[in-house]
């Protein structure tokens, strides 16, 4: 795998080295030594398919809280994705930035997105396939998400989302008592902190 981009830190945009002859190639997307050496260092506890099958599907942000904080690596595997990552660390020098990749089939990238990050992606092409491996296990009480139209943070999608769940609609506007609660000055970080 090869490092194309790192904008901030914990995040990467990983391309991954293809071997080629007549039949095709071959290409290693994982690899807990590289990965380490980028300071990837969590182990995968789970791996996750996510199909859309119309351009313009919106999915996320999304992200959990600790002790259910998850890294994930995530690959498109058929079709093209805008993949966005949102840092939601609180003492992130990149706090409330935005970083955000084309993923597709042909590209061989993959998203890096480090706990404490929030997580989308918007669909480019019908038929999207997109795999993630993820550091810890869904927990549906530790879930948070942050409306991809957040004038928080402002993202920038390279095009209108036409399908967005009712969900991820209804994500209230951020409130760091609420989707950050264990962070420091929080009213609840106090009873996370220990």
Known sequence: MRVIE?????????EVERRGDARGYFGRCFCRTELEALGVDREIRQGNLSRSTRAGTLRGLHYQLPP?????IVQCLAGRVYDVVLDLRPTSATFGRHYGASLDADNG??????EGCAHGFL?????CLVHYLVSAEYAPEAERGIRFDDPAFSIRWPMRPTLVSD???AHPPFDPAFHWPCAPGSPTGAEHAA
Do not use: S
């Open 109 to 114: 990238r993959m998203m890096v997105v480090p």
């Open 123 to 127: 669909t480019l092409t019908d038929d």
């Open 167 to 169: 969900r991820d609609r």
């Open 6 to 14: 790192a904008p901030m830190a914990g995040v990467h945009l990983l």
């Open 68 to 72: 259910a904080a998850e890294t994930k």
